[in-house]
């Protein structure tokens, strides 16, 4: 079966999680051909090779800011991000008929999907979180994403129906055809491994520009008074390095078995609140601090509710202090459900076929 399988390429995160999925359908035998841009194509690149073939699909535009606009300036890019998937679908459209596709699957890419193949949308985030003062819009959210989800076979929910990761994300709806939503389950690119943890913490750095870089500044700036053994990613696919001063190493890039190998090592681990990187961490079922993208609802809204649920401990990007922060962050459980993703791929598989 000849796959077409279009990812969003705002950072890495959703190129992390379909990995697991991909492998699977490359293990069965069929053809996938990937379109995405930016780091997301680099880290598919580095992981899958020449087992894919891959198409470089422009980004839609970013609304990530420095300012605390996010949600203006998003409401302003609307319009240019409902051109990008019109034409999005356009090209879609014409792949389908040049390659004769028999699936598209896509992974936040509202934009690919076909009237004539079997198309699947993977997202975890059917309802915009948006601040306190505008939740009444939030009805409206959900009224956008089902009318963009109108031309999907199936919208494939990547957590529990029950005890989600996601909260009110994917849950709660009130607007959405129960017979076109599937919860598949989380799923990581990673695996629980028996390993001595011997890492007292993981530093990832990820997300969208700008902020990846200012969060990866503060960070280095206060990882010098942390005691112990700390590893740092930069999350940047573009050139695979590895510096170490004292008791810090710092790596640009590494490859799913390497980051796989860290994770199971880390005692505790401290990044972005991205559903990606929160479902990596409950998978391997590790202690995290979670620091949410400035003005980002959704992670904001996930820090908040993963630390109700009593699970992770998390502060905002201007307020956190690592020394005093991360003794708070250890007296938190870890999500209760580990090893996951097999299940979860099983479920996938079952749905597409």
Known sequence: MKVLFGLCAWGIGHATRSLPLIKKLISEGNEVT??????????????????????TFPAFPNPYTH??????????YLPS??????????????????????????????GFNSKK???????????????????????????????????????????????????????NLNLFNKKKICYMGPTSSFERKSVKKDIDYLISISGPEPQRTIFEE???????????????????????SKKVKGNVTIYNYLTSEERENLLSRAKMVISRSG???????????????????????EQEYLAKYLEEKGWFYSKSQADFNLVKDLKKAE??????????????????????K
């Not at 995405?36 to 880290?43: D, F, K, P």
């Not at 870890?334 to 079952?350: A, E, G, I, L």
């Open 34 to 55: 990937i379109a995405t841009s930016g780091r997301a194509l680099r880290l598919l690149k580095n992981e899958l090779g020449k087992q894919v073939k891959y198409i």
């Open 117 to 171: 193949i079997p198309s699947y949308l993977i997202i975890h985030q059917i309802r915009f979180i948006l601040p306190r003062k505008l939740r009444k819009v939030e009805t409206f959210t959900e009224t956008f994403n089902k009318l963009i989800t109108q031309g999907f076979s199936k919208v494939l929910i990547l957590d529990f129906e029950k005890k989600g990761l996601s909260g009110d994300l994917s849950h």
């Open 81 to 110: 991000i409902i051109a990008a998937i019109s034409r999005e679908r356009l090209k879609v459209s014409k792949l389908v008929s040049k390659y004769g596709y028999d699936m598209i699957i896509s992974d936040h890419a509202y």
């Open 67 to 76: 300012t605390k606009f996010f949600v203006l300036k998003f409401s302003l």
């Open 218 to 240: 503060k960070v280095l700036e206060q990882i010098q008074y942390l005691k112990g053994k700390i590893v740092v990613t930069t999350g940047k696919p573009e050139k695979k």
């Open 331 to 352: 007296k938190f459980s870890s999500y209760p459900k580990k090893d996951f993703t097999r299940k979860s791929v099983k479920t996938f598989m079952k749905i597409i």
């Open 275 to 297: 559903y990606s990187t929160v479902c990596d961490v409950a998978e391997v079922g590790a202690k995290a601090f979670f620091i949410p993208t400035p003005q980002q609802t």
